[in-house]
């Protein structure tokens, strides 16, 4: 089974915090995306990657930087948090370019 | 860039009745079209998923068809029941251009009544 972890369910921080979420999968894939899930907007896509040390932007990276170093862990970090990035972050991960994508649980961010 | 969307935002069906949602597409190279469902308070995951090669697709009560010169496609769920309900997404994967990327639609909540 293919197991997709985020390290936190909810976290609650302060406009201007730097925020680091992480992400690690078990299968040895080579692609990882961090997706932000918002009401009536969908999954949108804010980074990907292809490979380690590789990334590239979605549709919607500004206020975002991601971070992998190691072929299993993809990190989205908020530079300064702001409080219209309060939502539920997603990650996944996929074997090939077109295969199927697994989730994480997700982790609920709440910016005060 | 690619541009998903899909209808209607909401739904509700009778237990045993089908349901139908749909979705466009702008970009004519995209070529692979998966259908995602999220139940409440958990992740989303693959239900189906079809080809630019194939016209239609079924696993069980499940079904998906895709007409490439409308750019557009549809799931189709037959005799539901209530474990159907949740929140179902469509994507399309796109090469145009420099955009190699599963877009999302912007989902439909599925009802099913007892």
């Known amino acids: 089974d293919v197991k997709v972890t985020q390290s936190s369910r909810y976290l609650v921080k302060r406009t201007g915090e730097k925020v680091f979420l992480e992400c690690v999968q078990d299968?040895?894939?080579?692609?990882m995306f961090w997706y932000r899930q918002d009401p009536g907007l969908g999954l949108r896509l804010i980074y990907f990657?292809?490979?380690?040390?590789?990334?590239e932007k979605g549709d919607i990276p500004e206020g975002y930087s991601v971070s992998r170093e190691k072929k299993e862990r993809f990190s989205l970090i908020l530079e300064s948090a702001s409080t219209n990035q309060t939502s539920m972050y997603l990650c996944?991960?996929?074997?090939?370019?077109?295969?199927?994508?697994?989730f994480g649980p997700g982790t609920r961010l709440l910016v005060l | 860039g690619e541009n998903v969307e899909q209808h209607p935002s909401t739904l509700s069906v009778q237990e045993g009745d089908s349901a139908v949602i749909k979705c466009t597409y702008s970009?004519?190279?995209?070529?692979?079209f998966p259908w995602y469902k999220q139940e409440l308070g958990k992740r989303p995951q693959l239900i189906i998923d079809?080809?630019?090669?194939?016209g239609e697709k079924k696993d069980q009560r499940i079904a998906v068809t895709l007409n490439k010169t409308a750019k557009h496609f549809s799931l189709h769920i037959t005799e539901t029941q209530p474990e159907d309900s949740a929140v179902y997404f469509c994507?399309?994967?796109?090469?145009?251009?420099?955009?190699?990327?599963?877009?999302f639609g912007s989902g439909t909540q599925l009802t099913v009544l007892p």
């Open positions: 990657s292809y490979d380690v040390k590789m990334k």
């Open positions: 079809i080809r630019s090669n194939v």
């Open positions: 970009d004519s190279a995209s070529n692979y």
């Open positions: 996944a991960s996929s074997k090939g370019i077109q295969e199927t994508q697994y």
């Open positions: 299968m040895d894939h080579e692609n």
């Open positions: 994507a399309a994967y796109s090469f145009s251009g420099s955009a190699r990327q599963l877009t």
